[in-house]
């Protein structure tokens, strides 16, 4: 018994010792609307094509970021709804897609393809950025939307991340986004800002905001959300979107990923 516990005991360390460096991620994650009577599950995978270090001392969420490591990304989503005396329905999509970064140089590329199951929705998204300095990236943003039997609409937008090294070990990370909604005066944007605690724990509030010019929107969210990394390895996560742009209804959020 002593020996199987020593033995136990020393895998765990060495899983937490090996999470440092990973190549796979897999996020697993739920959300759902109480008054919509809404469900929805997604599973994600991405792989990066060289391991990923977690610099010391550096958040654990930032760590594919910070370290310039392309990959390759796959993902299923199940939306189930329920109408009440109406009866329910569900949806299901998937999606493809990959990051271009490396170390030996400052450019950023990405592409991503929905597609939804029995319909022909499908939605692509593209990027190309630049890294100002090794913490801060900023990006162009194409979306091109072909919802079913709708036509197709391509809309431009603009978006950056910045991550800060603050007093005592701790940071934070601060994004902002901008996207022209086509066949529509309005514009869509986005704030948010997460607190590190060091390593490990984070707490972030974001804001979006459709509108016709900055200041008067027309539609808003308020996001509270946050994430821990119980072990090196395995993050669990949860957030509340106050009146979703999208929906007009609560959001709930929980998930976890895992890395090896």
């Not at 765990?12 to 919509?36: E, K, R, V």
């Not at 009440?84 to 990405?110: I, P, Q």
């Not at 603009?158 to 070990?169: P, V, Y």
């Not at 808003?220 to 209804?249: I, K």
Request: net charge negative; aromatic share 14%; proline share 3%.
């Amino acid at each position: 018994m002593k020996r199987t516990l020593i033995a136990t005991a020393l895998s765990l360390c060495s899983a937490g010792a090996l999470a440092n460096s990973f190549q796979h991620q897999t996020n697993l994650d739920y959300q759902w609307i109480l008054n919509a009577e809404l469900d929805s599950y997604s599973l994600s995978h991405q792989f990066y094509l060289s391991p990923v270090q977690t610099p010391n001392n550096m958040p654990r969420a930032e760590a594919g970021f910070l370290s310039r490591s392309s990959s390759l990304l796959f993902g299923y989503q199940y939306n189930q709804f329920d109408f009440g005396t109406l009866g329910k329905t569900s949806l299901s999509g998937w999606s493809l897609g990959g990051e271009y970064r490396d170390v030996s140089h400052n450019f950023y590329a990405s592409l991503l393809w929905t597609e939804l199951n029995n319909s022909d929705d499908r939605v692509g998204q593209a990027s190309l950025g630049y890294y100002v300095d090794p913490s801060w990236l900023v990006k162009l943003d194409v979306e091109h939307l072909r919802p079913d039997g709708d036509g197709s609409t391509t809309q431009y937008g603009i978006s950056t991340k910045k991550l800060m090294t603050l007093a005592h070990g701790d940071f934070i990370n601060i994004e902002a986004s901008y996207m022209d909604l086509a066949d529509s005066s309005l514009g869509r944007f986005g704030v948010a800002a997460d607190y590190y605690f060091g390593q490990n724990v984070s707490l972030g509030l974001a804001y979006d905001w459709t509108t016709k010019g900055v200041f008067d929107p027309e539609a808003d969210a308020f996001t509270v959300r946050g994430q821990w990394y119980a072990l090196p390895n395995l993050a669990l996560r949860a957030g509340v979107t106050f009146d979703s742009v999208d929906t007009g209804d609560d959001l709930f959020h929980l998930g976890a990923s895992f890395r090896f």
